[in-house]
């Protein structure tokens, strides 16, 4: 684990379902302590010993749900998904709680629409230090090619992606540009990168641009 900011700490675990490992964060704001997008590592749950217990998990799409099961109940904790995700839940004993795309969570936590690789992917506005956007899948700093995680701002293969790649890179472009215009933030985390702390919105709007 390590502190990107105050509230905000970030891990790294091998996710054995897709082969690689993901990035996953424990923050605080407003008082209330939550996760992103948990896994832990070889499903050791006294790995959450090391951090302030949270009271909600959020998902920023429904296939990361990850370790969200084991940390709801270790913890007793609120899992949110968005809810165009939640059949995904319809026949699983995780008892997840719906958001709807503009919905401000517990902690101030504001959700904004994405919606373009699948209607429930959602970012997610951290109300921490001068602001904190948390990416799904839409975008990744992750090299597939190199199995690295500090490479360029960049997409998931196309064949990821759907049958008509080139639109919906377009489309996720034209609609973080917007998000940049709109809120405040310095620095972007991923569920699938290193995460930019300080000038990201820059870097996302010069990505966006081109």
Same mark, same amino acid.
Request: proline share 6%; glycine share 8%; with cysteine.
């Given at each position: 684990?390590?502190? *990107?900011?105050?509230?905000?700490?970030?891990?790294?675990?091998?996710?054995?379902?897709?082969?690689?490992?993901?990035?996953?964060?424990?923050?605080?704001?407003?008082?209330?302590?939550?996760?992103?997008?948990? *896994?832990?590592?070889?499903?050791?749950?006294?790995?959450?010993?090391?951090?302030?217990?949270?009271?909600?998990?959020?998902?920023?799409?429904?296939?990361?749900?990850?370790?969200?099961?084991?940390?709801?109940?270790?913890?007793?904790?609120?899992?949110?998904?968005?809810?165009?995700?939640?059949?995904?839940?319809?026949?699983?004993?995780?008892?997840?709680?719906?958001?709807?795309?503009?919905?401000?969570?517990?902690?101030?936590?504001?959700?904004?629409?994405?919606?373009?690789?699948?209607?429930?992917?959602?970012?997610?506005?951290?109300?921490?230090?001068?602001?904190?956007?948390?990416?799904?899948?839409?975008?990744?700093?992750?090299?597939?090619?190199?199995?690295?995680?500090?490479?360029?701002?960049?997409?998931?293969?196309?064949?990821?992606?759907? !049958?008509?790649?080139?639109?919906?890179?377009?489309?996720?472009?034209?609609?973080?540009?917007?998000?940049?215009?709109?809120?405040?933030?310095?620095?972007?985390?991923?569920?699938?990168?290193?995460?930019?702390?300080? !000038?990201?919105?820059?870097?996302?709007?010069?990505?966006? !641009?081109?």
């Amino acid at each position: 684990m390590r502190k *990107l900011l105050p509230g905000l700490t970030h891990w790294r675990a091998f996710h054995q379902d897709i082969g690689h490992d993901v990035d996953c964060y424990h923050a605080e704001s407003e008082g209330v302590t939550y996760l992103l997008d948990p *896994l832990l590592p070889e499903r050791e749950i006294g790995f959450l010993q090391q951090v302030a217990p949270p009271s909600h998990i959020y998902m920023t799409n429904r296939l990361h749900d990850r370790s969200c099961a084991d940390c709801a109940r270790a913890v007793d904790a609120t899992v949110w998904c968005n809810r165009h995700g939640l059949h995904e839940y319809v026949d699983d004993p995780l008892d997840v709680q719906p958001f709807d795309a503009g919905d401000v969570l517990p902690g101030g936590v504001r959700t904004i629409e994405v919606g373009l690789l699948c209607p429930d992917e959602t970012a997610l506005l951290l109300p921490i230090d001068t602001g904190v956007l948390a990416i799904a899948d839409s975008l990744i700093r992750f090299d597939f090619a190199n199995r690295t995680h500090d490479g360029a701002i960049g997409f998931v293969p196309d064949s990821l992606i759907g !049958d008509d790649a080139e639109h919906i890179k377009t489309q996720t472009k034209a609609l973080y540009l917007d998000v940049c215009d709109r809120y405040a933030f310095d620095h972007v985390i991923f569920a699938h990168g290193e995460p930019l702390i300080g !000038d990201a919105k820059q870097q996302l709007r010069s990505f966006c !641009d081109r």
